[in-house]
């Protein structure tokens, strides 16, 4: 079995930081891309940030310039430090990862189960 668990969620006030952390647990051989995504009440999940094979890293515009996402391939960790958060970043957070569990398997999508994010004064 895989699992992904977020944490680091929390209240923040406009203008504040908080780091989100994902660790991937369980039976895997590698991974590929790693990202994370968003869900406010009322809308679709939503792309935040991602990183792909080779490293190349993608975000989301409404984040530009104020998120950044890292990953540790030895700890299997991806990270989301988020800085000038505003209300509008207000959701529920999700870790996404394309896993490879063994040498007679292929990529799958692997998701937590969302750490909550709320930015209000």
């Known amino acids: 079995q895989v699992q992904l668990v977020e944490s680091g969620g929390g209240l923040v006030q406009p203008g504040g930081s908080l780091r989100l952390s994902c660790v991937a647990s369980?039976?895997?051989?590698?991974?590929?891309?790693v990202g994370w995504y968003r869900q406010a009440p009322g809308k679709e999940r939503e792309l935040v940030a991602s990183i792909i094979s080779g490293g190349r890293i993608n975000y989301a515009d409404s984040v530009k310039g104020r998120f950044t996402i890292s990953r540790d391939n030895v700890k299997n960790t991806v990270s989301l430090q988020m800085n000038s958060l505003e209300p509008e970043d207000t959701a529920v957070y999700y870790c996404?990862?394309?896993?490879?569990?063994?040498?007679?398997?292929?990529?799958?999508?692997?998701w937590g189960r969302g750490t909550q994010v709320t930015v209000s004064s």
């Open positions: 369980g039976s895997i051989l590698s991974i590929s891309a």
């Open positions: 996404n990862a394309n896993i490879r569990r063994s040498v007679y398997s292929g990529y799958e999508d692997y």
